[in-house]
């Protein structure tokens, strides 16, 4: 009986391992635009925001 509940056991944890995993969906990164907002840069200078390249 031990080693029929311990079976049960070790089934059930691969099947509700397997179940967890099938939701998992992996993509590749992209390169996407993000925005840089703009700053002071040394000596007073405004940097304008602008977009760049990720």
């Known amino acids: 009986m031990r080693r029929f509940l311990s079976t049960c ?3 059930a944890a691969l099947i ?4 967890a995993l099938t939701g998992c969906v992996v993509v590749a990164p992209r390169h996407a635009r993000v925005w840089v907002p703009g700053y002071w840069a040394g000596g007073h200078v405004w940097v304008g925001g602008h977009w760049r390249y990720r």
């Open 16 to 19: 509700g391992g397997s179940v």
């Open 9 to 11: 056991l070790i089934a």
